[in-house]
């Protein structure tokens, strides 16, 4: 069971594996997620988009950053591995521009980081659904550029790409092609998927012009199945239950203070946890 | 023995872990009867011929009869005698509300004139359950011939463990879909390893695998598979749902999402199920309150709060709007509480959680409450006293007001039959859905109940289940 298939490096800390999953990747929808479990004694619960999904082949794909302690230790597993527990689809599908009752129109996609990840199957089938997507990524520097063939495929042209130091497309953060596309006037929605403060700006940025923005966000998870309340957010001034309210929301309405000081909330134990990993020997 | 001779038997005390040293450590607290005592407590039984205990026990098990083996000291008779009727024993003796189901008729608790004397039925109960696990010497369980018909069953709770059982006894197929990684439902996220170890529930799951009930952790029904697909695609032929009563109540005050602000649903997962408590090998973090309220006044309040006091809390306050005579927590448990040094702050309510500037808890603010004039329902209702404004100084809040029903199952099923509180709605005889072939039972349809009610729930589920296999 949850077998790993493959594993690729995409970057310095970002991998990429295909698990054995054949009901999530039957029933999955782009937008949904899994939570699992490196170890089931005393391992945590981590939340991972499903990135892309083969119900044929019954496999699914995610793509990780390793931030921590359970990031790490799943980088160290190896195909054939199996993964101790692996649970979902779970979370809502996004809603997709064409299939949801509005017109097909220009969907601006932004991923930032490893954001592009989750973005991949949301962009495909806006595409799909007869949309003309523009996708933005940004990351700091060309090497940490995740996906990037994959989200040409389907942007063509409109792929923009963004980079802090300017090694790679234009400098700058990606907000500003956001506001440059909304200030013409030809924009009907945005989808931003990146660490939440990326999530806030676009936001913000697009405020003034009105324009439709839904973000997707990573908060801390345990049960995700709406049993804990651990992932709740304040969104329009509503408690909001990621897991199953989520993960996407109007990002005019998420209140990304509360946000942002939640997901920070372990912070001083999760640098022990790593530590402790480090320790063991597992860090390599 | 006369009547008067039993009188005069002193009730057996629970030996206890001291309350300093257990309020810092995971060990069970009651540390149960040896055989000596079993036997004594037992012998306390007055056989009374109307066996009035038994309708304070809602699996309705043979008291007197399993009582009168005990007394002998037959303890693997007195087993067979409770386990006609109920599934649970070493559970359910631990964590029944003994005081509000069997004991309460207890004919030697009314002669003594006190609940508290009436013969310990749960303890007892517990000791049979106990040695026989921990000896070897339960029986192998028959199960009547296949029958070629497939339950599924949606939870591992005690109502779930209880129906596949049944089930499988009754020679069906049964598979149980859960979503956690481990299964017992609130018997292992939520009620703590001081007060009900792990083992035994662990235990308790081993057993109905032998009986050869198929087990699919990390299975959530409504997401990975549907409802309705697994009777239209994967030849199920009935399905139990026992997803519980896993929605956590908040009070909607203001900063309830603070940083340091937990549901005790949250709290105590990280805590049981997550280990958290084992720091440096869990990976799972939990938050170091020092200084913790609680609010509530459930078995749920009474476990968080003692949970925070193992995890290192210096200061823990209960706040509860009623007064101690509301709860509806166990007695022991309130005992257990206030032996370890949680501060019971009674008709006081939670107004506001105050924020230190920087996304944390920095205190509670609180109102004085008292007590108005009954209500239709004969109870005297809370009121606020107005002005009466007081901080409490606290860096933590768990807030343990309840829990509603999960809406996973009923919004991602059709036609499945929901009432106002989001309660799925059975029929009393069979606990049979407004979907053919569905059953439901335990929490999700009684509200947040208890272990025995489940149980029983789940058993009347089963025979339904069997009932309208065999049409
Ligand atoms: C719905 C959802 C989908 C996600 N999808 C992906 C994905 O496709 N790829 C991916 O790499 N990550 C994704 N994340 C984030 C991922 O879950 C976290 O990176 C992971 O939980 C960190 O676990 P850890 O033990 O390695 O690190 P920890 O030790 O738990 O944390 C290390 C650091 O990461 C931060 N952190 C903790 N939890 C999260 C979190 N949930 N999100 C972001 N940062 C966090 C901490 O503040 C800390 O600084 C998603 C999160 C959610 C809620
Ligand atoms: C902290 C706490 C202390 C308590 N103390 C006591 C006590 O001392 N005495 C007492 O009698 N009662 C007590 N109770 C109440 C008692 O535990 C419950 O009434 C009882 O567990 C209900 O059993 P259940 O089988 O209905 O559901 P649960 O025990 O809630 O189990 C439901 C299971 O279903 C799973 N599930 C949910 N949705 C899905 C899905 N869609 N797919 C697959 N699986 C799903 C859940 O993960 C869970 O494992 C306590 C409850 C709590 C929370
Ligand atoms: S199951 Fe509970 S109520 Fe029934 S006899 Fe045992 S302890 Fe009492
Ligand atoms: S009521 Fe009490 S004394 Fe009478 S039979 Fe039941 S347990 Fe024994
Ligand atoms: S992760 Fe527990 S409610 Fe969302």
């Given amino acids: 069971m949850n077998r790993i298939i493959s594993k690729s490096r995409l970057s310095d800390n970002v991998y990429k594996m295909q698990l054995e999953a054949p009901l999530v990747a039957q029933e999955r929808k782009a937008g949904q997620f899994v939570i699992l479990m490196v170890d089931d004694e005393l391992g945590e619960r981590i939340p991972l988009t499903i990135a892309d999904a083969d119900a044929e082949k019954g496999t699914i794909t995610v793509i990780f950053q390793t931030v921590g302690a359970t990031t790490t230790k799943l980088s160290r597993l190896e195909p054939g591995d199996s993964i101790a527990a692996l649970l979902g689809p779970l979370g809502r599908p996004t809603s997709i521009r064409g299939e949801n009752g509005e017109k097909p129109g220009h969907v601006v996609c932004v991923g930032g980081g490893i954001g592009v990840a989750p973005m991949h199957p949301i962009a495909q089938a806006l595409k799909a659904a007869g949309n003309k997507v523009t996708i933005i990524m940004g990351a700091r520097n060309e090497g940490l550029f995740v996906m990037k063939d994959e989200m040409a495929a389907i942007a063509g042209e409109n792929l923009i790409l963004m980079t802090d130091d300017g090694s790679s497309g234009r400098k700058g953060l990606v907000t500003e092609p956001l506001k440059e596309l909304c200030e013409a006037g030809a924009v009907d929605e945005v989808i931003a998927i990146g660490p939440p403060i990326m999530m806030k700006f676009c936001a913000l940025a697009t405020k003034p012009y009105g324009v439709k923005t839904t973000v997707s966000l990573n908060t801390i998870m345990i049960d995700g199945t709406g049993m804990c309340g651990g992932c709740r957010v304040s969104v329009g001034g509503k408690t909001k239950f990621v897991c199953v309210d989520g993960p996407e929301f109007d990002g005019h309405e998420v209140d990304w203070d509360q946000m942002l000081s939640r997901m920070g909330a372990f912070k001083p134990q999760e640098q022990a946890a790593k530590e402790h990993v480090c320790k063991a020997g597992i860090f390599k | 023995m006369t009547p008067k001779e039993k009188m005069a038997i002193p009730p057996q005390a629970m030996p206890e872990q001291d309350a300093a040293v257990r309020a810092r450590n995971m060990n069970e607290v009651a540390l149960g009867y040896t055989a000596e005592m079993a036997k004594t407590e037992a012998s306390r039984c007055l056989q009374c ?42 559970v359910c003796g631990r964590v029944c509300p003994q005081e509000k189901q069997c004991q309460k008729f207890c004919t030697m608790g009314k002669l003594l004139k006190d609940v508290d004397k009436a013969v310990a039925i749960g303890r007892v109960e517990r000791f049979c359950a106990d040695l026989a696990r921990e000896t070897g010497a339960e029986k192998p369980v028959a199960c009547a011939p296949k029958t070629g018909k497939k339950v599924a069953i949606i939870g591992s709770g005690p109502a779930s463990i209880t129906c596949a059982a049944d089930c499988a006894k009754a020679g069906h197929d049964v598979t149980v879909f859960e979503a956690f990684h481990r299964c017992g439902g609130v018997l292992v996220y939520g009620i703590p390893e001081f007060r009900l170890p792990k083992a035994i529930v662990r235990h308790e799951i081993e057993a109905i695998k032998q009986l050869g009930v198929k087990i699919e952790n990390n299975f959530v029904i409504g997401r990975t598979r549907k409802l309705r697909d697994l009777i239209d695609k994967d030849g199920f032929d009935a399905v139990f749902v026992g997803t519980g009563a896993g929605l956590p109540k908040f009070m909607g005050i203001e900063g309830e999402n603070l940083n340091g602000v937990f549901s005790a649903n949250e709290y105590l997962t990280r805590a049981n199920l997550m280990k958290a408590y084992l720091e440096g090998s869990a990976d799972t973090p939990f938050w170091h309150g020092k200084r913790v309220a609680v609010l509530g006044g459930g078995n749920v309040a009474m476990d968080a709060s003692r949970m925070a006091l193992r995890l290192g809390a210096e200061k823990v306050y209960l706040v509860y709007r009623r007064s101690e005579a509301e709860m509806p927590a166990r007695k022991e448990e309130v005992h257990h509480a206030k032996e370890e040094g949680v501060e019971f702050h009674m008709l006081e309510n939670a107004k506001r959680v105050i924020s230190d500037g920087k996304g944390a808890v920095a205190g509670l603010e609180c109102l004085k409450y008292e007590l108005g004039e009954p209500d239709a329902s004969g109870r005297r209702s809370p009121v606020a006293v107005e002005g009466s404004e007081f901080v409490l100084d606290v860096d933590t809040v768990v807030v343990a007001v309840g829990n509603a029903s999960n809406p996973l199952i009923p919004t991602t099923t059709e036609g499945l039959e929901i009432n106002k509180r989001g309660n799925i709605v059975v029929d009393p005889e069979t606990n049979m859905t407004s979907i053919p072939g569905v059953f439901a039972g335990g929490d999700i349809v009684l509200g947040a109940a208890t272990v025995i009610l489940a149980m029983g729930e789940g058993r009347k589920a089963a025979a339904g289940i069997s009932a309208y296999l065999s049409k």
């Fill in chain 2, 49 to 90: 011929p109307t066996k009035p205990c038994m309708q304070g026990c809602p699996v309705a098990i043979n008291i007197p009869g399993f009582l009168a083996k005990a007394a002998e000291g037959d303890f693997a008779s007195a087993l067979d005698v409770i386990k006609e009727t109920s599934l649970l024993p070493a």
